[in-house]
Nanobody
Framework: QEQLVESGGGLVQAGGSLKLSCAAS????????MAWYRQAPGKQRELVAG???????YYADSVKGRVTISRDNAKNTVYLQMNSLKPEDTAVYYC????????WGQGTQVTVSS
């Protein structure tokens, strides 16, 4: 069964850092383009960062320079390192396959206080 489980969120002050994890089962992250998304209250879900099968990365302009997506093939896990966090980064963060979306996981809440 294909499943994605996000973790690592929390409450952090502006300027702080968090590292999110997305543990995958039923799919190999190394064989799929993967991405992180977020959804803030009252807003649509948006793409934050992505990684292609060959390891190329891309980022939303709003987070470029502050976040890094990576993966550990042995652990079958995708990460999102977030630095210099801002209150506007507050959202529920999800990971998913870039093409052919899987059912969304529960996400992980990131709250940045000013």
């Amino acid at each position: 069964q294909e499943q994605l489980v996000e973790s690592g969120g929390g409450l952090v002050q502006a300027g702080g850092s968090l590292k999110l994890s997305c543990a995958a089962s039923g799919i190999r992250v190394s064989g799929n383009g993967m991405a992180w998304y977020r959804q803030a209250p009252g807003k649509q879900r948006e793409l934050v960062a992505g990684m292609t099968v060959i390891g190329s990365t891309y980022y939303a302009d709003s987070v470029k320079g502050r976040v890094t997506i990576s993966r550990d093939n042995a652990k079958n896990t995708v990460y999102l390192q977030m630095n210099s966090l801002k209150p506007e980064d507050t959202a529920v963060y999800y990971c998913n396959r870039r093409n052919s979306l899987l059912p969304w996981g529960q996400g992980t809440q990131v709250t940045v206080s000013s």
